[in-house]
């Protein structure tokens, strides 16, 4: 998917919502043992990696912090790959705000 513009502001806004959404990921099927080897209970909560693409072609993958410090283009370029999958989070981000200011009467 092509990057799209976005302003400084705008990014910084989508940076910080996709932090929150990849930050609410889990796996039942995770087995976890603390100290000592006991047993604490299946499943684990995790963050997603955010993968931007740089001006060089270049895969960058950020967990955290909020990738606030990147700039809008490399940003615009944001996706979780799920294998041979992408979700487009940040352009998902965007539509979403973009409806809510259509429709919704939201102001960013």
Do not use: W
């Not at 955290?64 to 790959?81: E, K, M, R």
């Amino acid at each position: 998917m092509a990057k799209f513009k976005i302003s400084k502001p705008r990014a910084q806004l989508l940076a910080r919502l996709e932090h929150i959404i990849g930050s609410n990921c889990y796996n039942g099927n995770i087995q976890n043992y603390g100290p000592g080897g006991f047993y604490e209970g299946s499943g684990r909560d995790f963050r997603y990696p955010l993968t931007m693409i740089d001006e060089n072609g270049e895969k960058i993958k950020r967990s955290s912090p909020a990738a606030t410090d990147v700039s809008p283009q490399i940003l615009s370029s944001g996706y979780y790959a799920f294998g041979a999958n992408r979700l487009q989070i940040i352009h998902a981000l965007n539509e979403v705000l973009e409806y809510l200011e259509e429709h919704k009467g939201l102001k960013v």
